[in-house]
């Protein structure tokens, strides 16, 4: 069955430092999302993509967060500096939905950022 | 502007009990509704959805739900509780076609063995 792959699984890192994220997802899915999951809450989103273009970063922190997805198909979200409230799940999920139709977004195992 | 409210951060039933976990959504739109498990230092996996199909929905691992429009309701249910269901449970909401997900705070599962 095929899968959502992030890397790493974890990661730790120090405040101010930069840290990067990887995603791959499904194959043929074209809109991808990238969620923040802090402790004890409900994923947030980050940022979305349709194939290679920003749909939504209404919720990205730009000053220091930025996402890539250059050719369609993987992506990766930067921090840089991290701080200690980045500290949280990042999760990757993608799907096959479009404006028109809805499908369900399939999630990978998550980055656990801790920010020392 | 869409939301869930998932009443009971907690949750504990015996094996064998009947699990009842409570989602309330607000929609603007006709929504589709979401059920996601997470097992500790894991993704999300999909129990089950509602489209506007069917309003009882069949999931995984035994969990159904209901959609109640006239309570904006879509409570998750299981008949008989199973150690491996232990989780967190969260409820989610979208408009329509590739919107985000909005998620509720979700539920804590404990089964009393």
């Known amino acids: 069955e095929a899968e959502v792959a992030q890397s790493p699984r974890y990661k730790i890192t120090e405040k101010s430092q930069a840290v990067a994220f990887w995603c791959d997802p499904i194959s043929g899915h074209a809109t991808l999302y990238w969620y923040r999951q802090i402790l004890g809450q409900g994923p947030e989103l980050l940022v979305q993509f349709q194939d290679e273009s920003v749909v939504d970063d209404s919720q990205l922190p730009k000053d220091r967060f930025s996402a890539e997805r250059l050719k369609g198909v993987d992506s990766t979200l930067k921090i840089q500096p991290a701080e200690l409230g980045d500290s949280a799940m990042y999760l990757c999920a993608s799907s096959l939905a479009t404006r028109e139709w809805s499908y369900e977004q399939y999630f990978g195992p998550g980055t656990r950022l801790t920010v020392t | 502007a869409q939301s869930v409210t998932q009443l009971g951060s907690h949750v504990s039933v015996s094996e064998g009990a009947l699990v009842l976990l409570r989602c309330n959504y607000s929609?603007?739109?006709?929504?589709?509704l979401f059920w996601y498990v997470q097992y500790p230092n894991q993704g999300l996996q999909l129990l089950l959805k509602y489209t506007s199909a069917a309003t009882l929905v069949k999931g995984i691992n035994g969990f159904e739900a209901e959609f109640k429009k006239s309570e904006t309701s879509f409570h998750l249910t299981k008949p008989s509780a199973h150690m491996s269901d232990a989780a967190e449970y969260f409820c989610a909401v979208t408009p329509f076609g590739n919107e985000k997900l909005t998620f509720g705070t979700g539920t804590r599962l404990t089964i009393i063995p």
């Open positions: 929609s603007s739109v006709p929504p589709y």
